[in-house]
């Protein structure tokens, strides 16, 4: 999908075709194609943007989309990188984990996972390791930890536990 921009007060913001023809109902802004002719649709101040795919982060950082620039006379998107906020972390690392509390209590099933000691011993050596990632991420394995550490037949792909 194609985006835009209109320029407002000197400054680029979002601005989409649907918009431009509520605000100018009678603009002509089509000539001989489907998509709409950037010399027409410039009297308006709208122009196309050029988007760009987000940058690659870290785990503990996100792109966000910037203000878009001018670059060899196209608008062009930009992106700023920043850390997560703690709370933004502890959102991922809680939306990652099932509850398995309630698994582990049926009697069933229970054969699966180790108990409660054997369970901290591994996360204490995973927390100390250095593929131990902020969001709790095993570089290695790639498995969550506060869940792999439950399992009965998981192993640390280092030989640690």
Request: charged residues 30%; negative net charge.
């Amino acid at each position: 999908m194609l985006k835009y921009i209109k320029i407002e007060n000197n400054q680029p913001v979002n601005y989409s075709i649907e918009q431009l023809l509520i605000d100018y109902p009678n603009a002509i802004i089509y000539k001989k194609t489907k998509l709409p002719n950037e010399e027409l649709i410039k009297e308006f101040n709208v122009y196309p943007l050029v988007t760009t795919q987000p940058p690659k982060v870290q785990e503990d950082e996100t792109a966000e989309e910037g203000v878009p620039v001018l670059k060899d006379n196209e608008w062009t998107q930009t992106w700023n990188i920043r850390k997560l906020t703690q709370e933004e972390v502890s959102d991922i690392i809680q939306s990652s984990l099932i509850d398995v509390e309630e698994i582990e209590t049926d009697t069933e099933l229970s054969v699966f996972f180790v108990d409660t000691e054997v369970r901290e011993a591994r996360y204490d050596i995973c927390k100390a390791c250095t593929s131990f990632t902020v969001l709790k991420i095993c570089n290695e394995c790639h498995c969550i930890m506060p869940l792999k550490t439950k399992l009965r037949d998981a192993v640390c792909p280092l030989g640690k536990w």
